[in-house]
Each structure stands twice: as C-alpha cells, then as structure tokens.
C-alpha cells in the first residue's frame, strides 16, 4: 500500500492506496495475444484529522484524486 498526500482546499488529506502498474500485452509476430491494462490505482482510505472519511467523499473529488496521483507517478 502507498501513501498520498493531497491538499484540498487548505485541508491535507493522506490518501492510502494500491497501485497497479501499465502491463502490455504479448505480441506475437506483431500479433497481440492478450489486452493492454493502463497504469491504476484503487484507493483503500482517506484520512482527515485521523477519521477515515473516504465514503463522505465526492465521486468527482475521488477521481480528481485518482488523475493527481497518476499524473505523479
């Protein structure tokens, strides 16, 4: 597990989450055998002043989290 720091609206919230790195596929003779997966990550928690309060969160604001922390990694 890894940990984020975001900074929200003058809030830090430590954001603990799995990272799943980009995997490409076997090719064979220029063929692909299997899909591509882009890089993700699936966020476990969200802590604010110690109190996990990853359900209260906003989808919205969970994606822009999501796009931060690849955008960095």
Known sequence: ?????????GR???VN???VPE????RINGI????????????ESVYFKGEDIFDLLDPALI??????ILGSA
């Open 23 to 26: 995997d490409i596929s076997l």
């Open 1 to 9: 597990m890894s940990h984020y720091l975001y900074k929200s609206e």
């Open 63 to 68: 994606e822009l989290i999501e796009n931060e």
């Open 32 to 43: 692909q055998a299997e899909p591509d997966y882009r890089a993700s990550i699936e966020i």
């Open 12 to 14: 830090d919230l430590m």
């Open 17 to 19: 989450f799995d990272y």
